[in-house]
């Protein structure tokens, strides 16, 4: 199979809604660390050629031992931004020429699977843009400032957008060229995209994927990590 997929793992934040001294990304969760989750998930993958880990500027030269629990010639390290569109940004300029796919993921969702990642990767191959994502399955509510409900949104045709997402390489190079002309940031790449003239589809991603935000989010993952998709 041939290796072209280039993985981007952002994990630069500071991780301070979850009220701890410790970066949200170095904790243990689930057996591990939370970063080595998804490092370890990405290198199964036969077809990824590098996986570049967005760190803390302080901790690119000084990386947590346990970081190097994977294949090292499959490692590289790159500086964090001022925020995540720079950071993404910065994780591209360090892939290797070969790879003309490139997946971007939260190190915030370790418990992504090889099987998501497998249909995003399938998809930007198509040529398309990929966003591993859920239908909205909750009644939603618009309140405003005083938490006082205004309308009922119709959920139909909504999505919890997830990562990993996956681009062609030209497709999310052009998207960042353009953001950095206009000083555009946003919360996902996928977002950045909507801005090109590409088409941008969802495929199935996994509820045990979820996002580690707050504290109690860690009690959450645990108890997902026991179910098997």
Not at 34 to 54: D, G, I, P, Y
Not at 186 to 215: F, M, P, W, Y
């Amino acid at each position: 199979m041939k290796a072209d997929v280039g993985v981007i793992i952002v994990a630069a934040g500071s991780g301070s809604r979850t009220g701890s001294t410790e970066l949200k990304q170095f904790r243990w969760v689930a057996g591990k660390p939370m970063l080595l989750h998804s490092l370890q998930t990405f290198q199964a993958l036969k077809e990824v050629a590098m996986v570049v880990c967005v760190l803390p500027r302080e901790h690119v030269g000084d990386p947590p031992p346990w970081i190097f629990q994977c294949d090292a010639d499959r490692l590289l390290l790159s500086v964090g931004g001022r925020h995540r569109t720079e950071s993404v940004a910065n994780g591209m300029e360090d892939l290797p020429g070969e790879c003309g796919i490139v997946i971007v993921h939260d190190a915030a969702r370790p418990l992504v699977s090889t099987e998501t990642v497998s249909r995003v990767i399938e998809e930007a191959r198509a040529g398309n843009v990929a966003v591993a994502a859920l239908p909205v399955t909750d009644t939603l509510k618009r309140v405003d400032s005083q938490n006082r409900v205004v309308i009922t949104v119709e959920r139909a045709g909504l999505w919890r957008a997830q990562t990993p997402q996956a681009f062609p390489r030209a497709i999310l190079e052009q998207a960042h060229r353009d953001a950095r002309e206009v000083s555009r940031t946003a919360h996902d790449d996928a977002a950045l995209c909507e801005h090109l003239n590409v088409q941008i589809v969802v495929v199935e991603g996994s509820e045990r994927a979820a996002k580690i935000t707050t504290e109690s989010d860690f009690a959450l993952v645990e108890a997902l990590s026991i179910f098997r998709e």
